[in-house]
């Protein structure tokens, strides 16, 4: 189901680890950022579009993870745009002959039967340092750094005050560093951070990838959740986070070690 966010921004929530399809809509159709992970669900919100009158007439993918980079047949053939580093990495990445059984293998088996590979990673990457999404409606500007993944974008639609997030501020997630994919991952994410609590002054809805849709200073208390908990993975400390561990929300031990995992890499290091 679509719920509305703010003026002419939609969100469809997946079942799968709350991760959130984001519609904006534009003059001739609708701009689809990161679609979603399930194919009913997917299908769901291509009926949706359907009774709205609304085409996809461009989709955007936040970062080269597998659940930020599928397409239904149903959503059309519109250009699918992420950054040229996020483009570089799909392509570097799954454009071998095992690429979909790979990724297959990372998707949890009681959903992976449900989640259509076809059209996985069709992405075409904007030239560096491109500014806006390149569609007729409101101007969309893209916030490229490094944490999470190569090539990451959040994406500010500042005129209707809203900031999608992609992998970083959720409620529900803890921040996961790129651990291996740069040389100063703690760093890396600490800019990000620095760079997004610089454009979100006038943010009102904050979209994460997964997780809650937050209002009015959410983004700044998630801004500042996550540096915390960034920190402390820097010192070695014992995050006060209540995403460490069991989740709340999913009620099971959600992404199992993620914490411990990435405190064990990063202090391996050198
Ligand atoms: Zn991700």
Not at 83 to 107: E, N
Not at 174 to 194: C, F, H, K, Q, S
Request: hydrophobic residues 45%; negative net charge.
């Amino acid at each position: 189901m679509l719920k509305q966010v703010a003026e002419g921004v939609l969100v469809h929530e997946s079942e799968f680890c709350q991760s959130n399809a984001v519609v904006v809509r534009g003059r001739a159709g609708v701009l689809l950022v990161d679609p979603g992970v399930l194919d009913h669900e997917m299908a769901c919100l291509a009926n949706d579009l359907r009774e709205l009158d609304q085409p996809v007439v461009a989709g955007f993918s936040t970062h080269p993870h597998w659940d930020h980079l599928l397409w239904h047949a149903r959503f059309g053939a519109a250009p699918r745009y992420g950054t040229a580093r996020c483009a570089a990495t799909v392509r570097a990445r799954l454009s071998d002959a095992g690429a979909k059984a790979r990724v297959a293998g990372l998707i949890p088996p009681d959903i992976v039967e449900q989640v259509p590979l076809d059209l996985l990673g069709r992405i075409t990457g904007l030239p560096a340092e491109t500014a806006r999404i390149p569609w007729d409606g409101p101007e969309v500007r893209i916030v490229e750094h490094r944490a999470h993944a190569p090539g990451h974008a959040a994406l500010l639609i500042e005129e209707r005050g809203v900031l999608v997030a992609g992998d970083m501020l959720s409620d529900v997630l803890i921040p996961m560093l790129d651990v291996n994919g740069t040389a100063d991952p703690i760093e890396d994410y600490l800019a990000a951070l620095r760079l997004i609590e610089g454009v979100t002054g006038d943010v009102d809805v904050l979209v994460p990838g997964h997780g809650s849709v937050g209002r009015g200073d959410q983004a700044r208390a998630r801004i500042d959740q996550d540096r915390a908990y960034v920190h402390a993975l820097r010192d070695a400390g014992v995050p006060a986070d209540p995403r460490v561990g069991p989740s709340a929300t999913f009620g099971k031990d959600w992404l199992p070690g993620v914490h411990e995992r990435q405190l064990q890499q990063l202090h391996s290091r050198h």
